[in-house]
């Protein structure tokens, strides 16, 4: 059975929001759908405390993402996001140096 994981936009709507807006300034179109539809598989796990970056597919660890894989930086206010893109496909988005992401169920 498949494992199940939440949409971003369920758990941090305001960085699929903004990921969506920047995504569409970057003429990135396809990419700014996909967003939306996001599952939130693991986050990083690196420990760094600057780092926040979320992977959206699994992936295994130490390997190369290979042919059909391509960077997508993205020109946020604060910090850094860049996408890890395969095949169209957002694999993993790289959130650094930014405030703290707050969860939704946080919000409440």
Do not use: N, W
């Not at 780092?51 to 020109?75: E, K, N, W």
């Not at 910090?79 to 496909?89: A, T, Y």
Request: with cysteine; glycine share 8%; aromatic share 6%.
């Amino acid at each position: 059975m498949a494992q199940h994981y939440p949409f971003v936009r369920d758990v941090f709507p305001d960085l699929v929001s903004e990921l969506t807006t920047l995504l569409k300034e970057e003429g990135e179109h396809d990419l700014a759908v996909s967003a939306r539809d996001l599952r939130l598989v693991g986050e990083c796990g690196c420990g760094d405390d600057f780092c926040q970056s979320i992977r959206t597919a699994d992936h295994p660890r130490g390997q190369p993402y290979g042919v059909g894989h391509r960077c997508v930086p993205l020109m946020p206010s604060k910090g850094m996001l860049v996408l890890d893109v395969v095949d169209g496909r957002i694999m993993f988005i790289e959130v650094l140096d930014r405030p703290r992401m707050r969860r939704q169920d946080e919000q409440r």
